[in-house]
């Protein structure tokens, strides 16, 4: 049993994934006493870097969230379920809170995969998970500016797109914050 009693994922995954890297060569993204820890590859076709370069070169931010739908679906179940996260173990209140327009990566399918996974060892704590349908992979506290969310600059004239719109991030903010505070008051109150 885990340490750990409540979690609150923002745009969380249920499932490990190689790290970024802008030299080739990416790996595991989490280790664990210097021995990495299984993840699922993303996957990089051609026709992704062509579509890539082409955002860059007319100053668009580049979605990458395609990149780990791919690497789901090349992996084969032995695995997906090794880089799955065991959250079954938490002991606590669960809440995934997701965008429907998350151009990061599929952090719906991702969050849901680990409620799923709770629900199938029939969790006996409170867990939920809810996607925000016009919000990106940028959801945060309220109140803080929302225009500017749709992509976050890596370099000059490179940036990734994060999703979403304004009106879909003030939104989420609001109604997830409430959320938060009351599944922290369910396991830390």
Do not use: C
């Not at 340490?3 to 609150?8: L, M, N, P």
């Not at 006996?124 to 016009?134: C, I, K, L, S």
């Amino acid at each position: 049993m885990s340490s750990v009693r409540t979690v609150v994922g923002y745009v969380p995954s249920g499932v490990l994934f190689e790290g970024i890297s802008f030299n080739g060569n990416s790996g595991p993204a989490w280790v664990a006493d210097g021995d990495p820890i299984p993840h699922v590859d993303y996957r990089f076709k051609r026709r992704y870097y062509l579509a890539a370069l082409w955002h860059v070169l007319r100053g668009k931010p580049v979605p990458i969230e395609i990149t780990y739908r791919g690497g789901l679906a090349d992996a084969d179940a032995d695995t997906v379920e090794a880089a799955t996260v065991p959250v079954e173990n938490i002991g606590g209140p669960v809440l995934s809170l997701a965008g429907g327009d998350d151009a990061m990566w599929p952090s719906d399918e991702l969050g849901a995969k680990a409620v799923e996974r709770l629900e199938g060892q029939e969790y006996d704590h409170f867990h939920d998970h809810v996607v925000y349908p016009d919000a990106g992979h940028s959801i945060l506290v309220p109140y803080l500016p929302v225009r500017g969310r749709e992509s976050t600059p890596v370099f000059p004239r490179f940036s990734f797109a994060m999703g979403g719109r304004p009106a879909g991030y003030a939104e989420a903010d609001v109604d997830s914050w409430q959320r938060v505070l009351e599944t922290l008051e369910r396991g830390l109150g």
